[in-house]
């Protein structure tokens, strides 16, 4: 018996080792089969193949299959990961886009940058870089020439709007590193902070930003994480600990490997931890703001508003890699104080799924079989995971008018071309606040919009072509023939009609191109958050200091 229960634990204490030794060879066996072919296509295929192309292709098809945040950067691609993670790049400062003629064109110039500060307008169009012609390039072809070691100067060919001839402009390149924190300012007696992205000294600024609006008198916080996709978690630890004590515990990270698993614990003493808080998100707030706001929501230190969060609970590490290249890689999830991970989809469930679509032609759900387990906050409040972060107070928002939505991506150039002759007749405007789109610049805008042909898909009218398909395959159309005709003339494509319809959010795409071209980013947030419903309820929220209490009680 006793050498039968030893032969079993021999055995069992085998497994791990024999199936890493399996893992192993697996490996080695389709990297070298992986090797071999292509060696035999380069040898031996028709054409000269072009080696970089290729295996670029077969890589990103790899990662593909893994998740969509680990990448391969080549070396000609790693300015774009260090901005991302540092938010700093050697360039000129200005976002830069492709119309739809296929020229680039500066679509906006940072604040006190060497675009802004050479005269670059919002509209001009990319020529030259020094002898370089830019006819043909793509905007990220064009934006990796723009870039460069700060110090050095570049000669920029433009061609601006209502002028014959190109013009020059001598710019150096500096470090360019943009603001975290592009707008703050009181409103009624809450301080408001809009925070963009989690980069290098973010939470620094944060920290200034909260001390300058207390001076002016906020008595209250609130912080604006809508669109924020993360950044640097480290960052956002600093920023929880700006309102909480020192040495509680924020994040734990847990992998594979037992060298990513860490946590994060609060370094220093917390600048207020009695100012009352809300934090804004929505369903484009992601990674570090979701560990923001979930580690505040999870201490019951600030209310939680607006809408479900994204659900990236997923942390990213780089290794270097031969020929100045690096991976991005998942390596761990991250898990908040509850304990919760908010990631919301698993893409090793998603790969099983896609293999049972491949193998059977079934579409399944197999996360519709597991139930969201039940966290509490530090004060017994039920929270969830796997579904990014729920607000303690949501906020519903119309869905936005298809009119409103082509406008912004397929009408962009009209908007641009707009705003430009809007800016040659008026050299100045009024504060942000005073700002107002006129009856007659609605009326410019609208019939420049209609001249171009401008289109825009009407759902209604798709689905009533596809219904009308589905009525004449069944032999049902000839009866329903005058119902069919009488709806096709009411829900005819009619720009007038919708235009004057959703000229509320249409006046509000205006207003913000114009007013980013004379206060820049700060601007356009400043522009962008007048009447909004999430700020709205936040304040409501601060000034109800019982209902305030209550929902972090609840």
């Known amino acids: 018996m006793k050498r039968t229960l030893l032969i079993l634990l021999t055995l069992v204490g085998m497994l791990p080792v024999r199936a890493q030794s399996e893992h192993s060879f697996e490996v080695a066996k389709n990297l070298d089969v992986f090797n071999s072919l292509y060696r035999q296509l380069d040898i031996f295929y028709v ?121 020059d402009f001598k710019i150096t390149r500096r470090s360019i590193k943009k603001a975290p924190i592009p707008f703050y300012g009181l409103m009624e007696d809450a301080g408001y902070i809009n925070l963009i992205e989690f980069t290098e000294g973010c939470a620094k600024d944060l920290r200034k930003a909260v001390i300058a609006l207390k001076e002016k008198g906020a008595k209250s916080i609130i912080i604006d994480l809508r669109g924020n996709r993360g950044g640097l978690l480290n960052e956002a630890v600093d920023i929880v600990n700006l309102f909480v004590p020192k040495d509680l515990q924020i994040v734990e990270m847990k992998g594979k490997l037992a060298a990513v698993h860490h946590s994060y614990v609060t370094q220093n003493e917390p600048l207020d931890m009695e100012i009352p808080l809300v934090v804004l998100v929505d369903d484009d707030t992601a990674s570090a703001s979701e560990i923001v706001a979930g580690s505040l929501q999870d201490l019951d230190r600030a209310v939680v508003v607006g809408s479900n969060t994204y659900g990236k609970g997923l942390v990213q590490s780089s290794r270097e890699l031969p020929y100045n290249g690096s991976l991005k890689l998942t390596t761990a999830k991250y898990y908040i104080p509850s304990g919760r991970c908010i990631q919301e989809i698993d893409y090793k469930q998603k790969r099983k799924e896609a293999e049972i679509y491949r193998e059977t032609g079934r579409r399944v759900s197999l996360k519709d079989s597991v139930k969201s387990q039940i966290f509490h906050t530090a004060g017994g409040r039920e929270v969830t995971e796997s ?63 209609k001249d171009s042909g401008f289109k825009y898909d009407q759902l209604s009218e798709k689905r009533l072509e596809d219904l009308k398909k589905t009525a004449e395959f069944e032999g049902y159309y000839e009866e329903a023939k005058e119902e069919f005709e009488a709806l096709e003339k009411k829900l005819t494509h009619n720009l007038d009609r919708d235009m004057d319809k959703h000229q509320k959010n249409i006046r509000k795409l205006m207003a913000n191109e114009v007013v980013k071209r004379y206060y820049y980013e700060a601007g356009a947030v400043e522009e962008a958050i007048k009447d909004d419903e999430d700020i709205e309820k936040a304040l409501e929220v601060l000034h109800n200091e019982s209902e305030y209490k209550k929902i972090l009680s609840k």
Do not use: C
Not at 418 to 446: L, M, N, Q, R, S
């Open 387 to 449: 579904n990014g972060i729920k607000p303690d107070v949501e906020v519903k928002h119309d869905t936005i008018a298809n009119v409103v939505f082509y406008i912004s991506r397929d009408g962009i150039d009209e908007l641009t071309d707009w705003g430009t002759k809007y800016v040659e007749k008026h050299p100045t405007i009024p504060a942000v606040k005073d700002f107002t789109i006129t009856d007659e610049d609605y009326d410019t805008f609208k019939k420049m919009l």
């Open 47 to 167: 054409d000269t193949l072009e080696a970089d192309k290729l295996i670029r292709i077969g890589i990103n098809a790899m990662l593909q299959e893994l998740d969509p945040y680990t990448v391969y950067y080549p070396e000609e691609k790693m300015s774009s990961l260090k901005m991302m993670t540092t938010g700093k790049y050697g360039g000129m400062g200005a976002y830069i886009r492709q119309r739809k003629d296929s020229t680039v064109i500066i679509q906006e110039p940072f604040a006190d940058s060497p675009a802004a500060e050479a005269g670059l307008h919002v509209g001009d169009v990319l020529l030259k870089i020094d002898d370089k012609n830019l006819t043909g390039l793509n905007s990220t072809e064009v934006s990796e020439l723009l870039r460069g070691e700060p110090g050095t100067t570049i000669v920029l060919r433009v061609q601006r709007p209502g002028e014959k001839k190109p013009r």
